[in-house]
T-cell receptor, first 110, second 114 residues
Framework: SQQGEEDPQALSIQEGENATMNCSYK?????LQWYRQNSGRGLVHLIL?????REKHSGRLRVTLDTSKKSSSLLITASRAADTASYFC??????????FGTGTRLQVFP | KAGVTQTPRYLIKTRGQQVTLSCSPI?????VSWYQQTPGQGLQFLFE???????NKGNFPGRFSGRQFSNSRSEMNVSTLELGDSALYLC?????????????FGPGTRLTVL
């Protein structure tokens, strides 16, 4: 069963614009991770944020976590065509397995 | 460091047959997790092994099984294949438990059941 659901399911933007994806989950978590999947590089880890953290940055990526709302968001700033991919959030409850969300398909047009 | 490798990359089987997929984790990683990815169900957790012990299992029938060897390499087996088992099977490794640290994924094995 899916623990997380991403919103929107699909997103199309122009290069240079920002892209925001949201993830909602159902039960309390220890950690939340974001992954990217494209046909060229497979599934790649982006960021891990722990339940006691509220925000984390990595390059053009910014992740926020609101445990009271059971939600997280991934912001990609100044998008590039190479950011075209599916983005998944993944949550754990007992640090021993990851449950993936349904994913957001991002298309960045040159 | 070499990445996670999975063999074979593509596999075609018929209903009723069985299949074994192999995963070699990154050197030093002790955790190996398996996932099934389909267009309808998305990424579904199958099981995780840590130091040769199965720590967790997803909601899959007993036809799905796995094991981990002392060198951390892992295999998963699917017996009595059904059409619905057609999927991309992904293996991931990490130095710690799956939920707590970054997972490194292999390219996957694409299984087609005819």
């Amino acid at each position: 069963s899916q623990q997380g659901e991403e919103d929107p399911q699909a997103l199309s933007i122009q290069e240079g614009e920002n892209a925001t994806m949201n993830c909602s989950y159902k039960t309390s978590i220890n950690n939340l991770q974001w992954y990217r999947q494209n046909s060229g590089r497979g599934l790649v880890h982006l960021i891990l944020i722990r339940s006691n953290e509220r925000e984390k940055h990595s390059g053009r990526l910014r992740v926020t976590l609101d445990t009271s709302k059971k939600s997280s968001s991934l912001l990609i700033t100044a998008s590039r065509a190479a950011d075209t991919a599916s983005y998944f959030c993944a949550t754990d409850r007992n640090t021993d397995k990851l449950i993936f969300g349904t994913g957001t398909r991002l298309q960045v047009f040159p | 460091k070499a990445g996670v490798t999975q063999t074979p990359r593509y596999l075609i089987k018929t209903r009723g047959q069985q299949v074994t997929l192999s995963c070699s984790p990154i050197s030093g990683h002790r955790s190996v997790s398996w996932y099934q990815q389909t267009p309808g169900q998305g990424l579904q957790f199958l099981f995780e092994y840590f130091s040769e012990t199965q720590r967790n299992k997803g909601n899959f029938p007993g036809r799905f099984s796995g094991r981990q060897f002392s060198n951390s390499r892992s295999e998963m087996n699917v017996s009595t294949l059904e059409l619905g088992d057609s999927a991309l099977y992904l293996c991931a490794s990490s130095w710690g438990l799956a939920g707590a640290v970054e997972q490194f994924f292999g390219p996957g094995t694409r299984l087609t059941v005819l």
